[in-house]
C-alpha cells in the first residue's frame, strides 16, 4: 500500500508518502516539507495564532493533494507540542478538519517518546540490546529505555530547542547569565527522570534522532546527510562539551555558517546543544549513534503492524 503521514511539529510540518508493506522497509516515494515554524505564532497565552492556523490550514489541504497525486490510499496526520499545549489546541484540529476534511490527531508526549523508540529499535535491531533513545524536537525532549519494541520507561519534556530559545534565550548571541540559567533549568528537568531511566538497566546502545542531534553530530565531524543513510555517526560527549560554549560566543547568523546547520535552525542550536549535552551527562552517555529514522517512522511502522494484525 502507499501511505501517506502529515507531521505537524514546531518548526517543520513534513509530509512523507512511503511503500509500505508487512516485513519490508518503508520505502520513501515523496517528501514534502514546509519551514512553517508553528511555534513561533503562539501569542503570549500559547495559543496558536490566526497567521498560524491559516499557514497550516494551507499545507494540509496541499499535503492532501501531493499525497493524491503519488497514489497514496490512506493518510496519517498527527501534530506535536506546539498544537498539543496551545490553549486552543482543538479549535485549530477543528479549522483543519474543516478546512481539509482531515482529521489531524494530536500525539500525548509519552507517545512520542514510545513511536520514535519503536523506529529507532526496527533501524538498530535486536543485536543492539537495551536501548536509549533520545530526541529533541523544536517543543519537547523525548526520553525512552527498553530492550523490547515497546519501552520500559518513557518521557516528554517540555526541552525542545525552539521552546527553549524563545523562553530562556531573548537575545542573539545570547547573554550569559541566561546561559547559565537555561542551563540550571535543562538540568533540573533531566535529573528528575534519570532514575527510572536508568533504573532496569544500562544501555547497551544509545541512540539520537531529530534534526538537532543530526546538526550537532555534523558541526561535530559527523558525515554529511549526502553520503547517504547507512553512514555510521556519532555524537561524541566530549565534542558537545567543546561546541556548547562556542556556540554559546556566535550570534546565529555564524551559526548558520557552521556545515549541517540552516538558517532556520540557527538560533536554536544553541539551546538544542545545551539539552543534548545535560541529557548526555546525565545519563551516563559517551556517545550516541545518529539514528535517520524517527516518529514519521515510527507511526508508518504502527500502521503496518496493525494493518498486519487485522489482515
Known amino acids: 500500500m502507499r501511505l501517506g503521514v502529515i507531521d505537524v511539529g ?11 508493506h508487512p516485513g519490508a522497509h518503508p520505502w520513501p516515494a515523496a517528501s514534502h516539507k514546509e519551514a512553517l515554524h508553528l511555534a513561533e505564532h503562539l501569542d503570549a497565552s500559547g495559543a496558536v495564532d490566526e497567521a498560524g492556523v491559516e499557514q497550516l490550514e494551507r499545507f494540509v489541504e496541499h499535503a492532501v493533494q501531493v499525497a493524491e497525486d503519488h497514489g497514496a490510499t ?5 501534530a506535536t507540542s506546539a498544537v498539543r499545549d496551545a490553549p486552543n489546541g482543538e479549535e485549530v484540529l477543528e479549522r483543519v478538519r474543516q478546512a481539509t476534511s482531515v482529521d489531524l490527531q494530536v500525539l500525548p508526549g509519552d507517545d512520542e517518546a514510545r513511536l520514535t523508540f519503536l523506529a529507532a529499535r526496527r533501524w538498530t535491531g535486536w543485536s543492539a540490546g537495551r536501548l536509549l533513545l533520545m530526541d529533541i524536537g523544536g517543543g519537547s525532549l523525548e526520553l525512552a529505555c527498553g530492550i523490547d519494541e515497546e519501552p520500559d520507561v518513557a518521557f516528554s519534556l517540555p526541552l525542545g530547542a525552539g521552546r527553549l530559545t ?11 547569565d541566561d546561559v547559565r540559567e537555561l542551563r540550571r533549568v535543562v538540568r533540573a528537568e533531566i535529573a528528575a527522570v534519570v532514575r527510572p531511566l536508568l533504573k532496569p538497566g544500562a544501555p547497551d546502545l544509545a541512540v539520537g534522532t531529530s534534526k538537532t542531534f543530526r546538526s550537532l553530530a555534523r558541526v561535530t565531524g559527523a ?13 561524541r ?3 558537545l562539551a567543546e561546541l556548547v560554549p562556542r556556540l554559546a ?3 546565529a547568523a555564524d551559526r548558520a555558517g557552521l556545515p549541517g546547520v540552516s ?38 511502522l504502527r500502521r503496518i503492524d496493525w494493518l498486519t494484525a487485522t489482515a
Open 166 to 176: 524563545r523562553e530562556h534565550l531573548p537575545s542573539d548571541p545570547p547573554d550569559a
Open 10 to 20: 514546531s518548526n517543520t510540518v513534513h509530509l512523507l508518502v512511503v511503500d509500505a
Open 74 to 78: 490512506d493518510l496519517l496526520a498527527f
Open 263 to 300: 538558517g532556520a535552525r540557527a538560533r536554536q542550536l544553541l539551546a538544542g546543544a545545551i539539552a543534548a549535552e545535560a541529557a548526555m551527562d546525565l545519563l551516563d552517555v559517551e556517545e550516541l549513534q545518529i539514528c535517520p529514522w524517527a516518529l514519521r517512522e515510527g507511526i508508518i
Open 237 to 239: 560527549r566530549a565534542d
Open 223 to 235: 558525515a554529511p546527510s549526502s553520503e547517504g543513510l547507512y553512514v555510521r555517526r556519532l555524537l
Open 249 to 251: 560566543g556566535m550570534p
